[in-house]
């Protein structure tokens, strides 16, 4: 699987191509399914342009994105989105006031409350993806959870950002997660780890992300002109790395 992270926190001051309406999030996700994305993780944003968990902004863009794709949609539920946790575990309740909630959310395991949004999540029937960030006690946290073993997958995420040492980070993360409860793994980066980290991902054969909220460049250092763009390249990066492995 690889699923395109299509704006994250970024803003119109990170580059003019990150996708900020529900109508520029649901064009730019389309075009990243042609290029062979299966799922989609979007940070649905308020009429300021910052991430939101209200449902009033999560419905037209859910609405939008599943009126151009088939593939499943998750939002994030970051502390930055709604600082917190009694106030964030409150904004994913009310979720239940809407048609069609996200097909699955992204939590992060070092955050205050994850496991009661978790929860939360899996009783409103969302699938729950288990933020596990490196240089976090993330790992740790999850690997005592009693919420684990009911999580959809686990977002692994490199939160190193150095070229050089990205792989090593990656392994020690895997390694501090041994058996994920049996769930899933997608192993990605961010930023300079991006690329080294989504070739390892293809060499393990786990499932991986790419897209403008991890970054907004291309292996060669030039600019990408969209998730599209970032799509068509990681799967030609990942399945060289399989090949090669």
Known sequence: MVQ?????SRGALDSARVPLSPEAMA?????????????????PKGPCGQDSLSPRVLAPTLDAIRARVSVPVGVTTGAWAE???????????????????????????????????AAALIDLGVGVEAGIWSGTDGAARFAVSP??????????????????TA??????????????????????????????????AGRLGLATRIGLEDT???????????????????????GWAQRSS
């Open 83 to 117: 600082p917190g946790p009694a106030a964030r575990l409150e904004r994913v309740r009310s979720w239940s006031m809407l048609s069609e909630p996200p097909d699955h959310a992204s939590v992060n395991w070092h955050e205050e409350g994850a496991e009661e949004i």
């Open 4 to 8: 395109v992270c299509l704006n994250g």
């Open 216 to 238: 907004l460049l291309l292996p060669d250092g030039e600019r990408a002109l969209s998730n599209a763009q970032l799509v068509a390249e990681g799967l030609s990066q990942y």
């Open 147 to 164: 919420v684990g073993p009911r999580v959809r997958r686990v977002l692994a995420e490199v939160t190193d950002t150095s070229e050089d």
């Open 27 to 43: 064009e730019s996700a389309a075009y990243a399914v042609a290029a062979g994305a299966t799922d989609i993780h979007v940070h």
């Open 167 to 200: 792989e090593h980070t990656a392994h020690a993360l895997l390694a501090d997660l041994g058996s994920a409860h049996g769930r899933p793994v997608l192993l990605h980066g961010e930023d300079s780890s991006v690329w080294p980290v989504l070739r390892l």
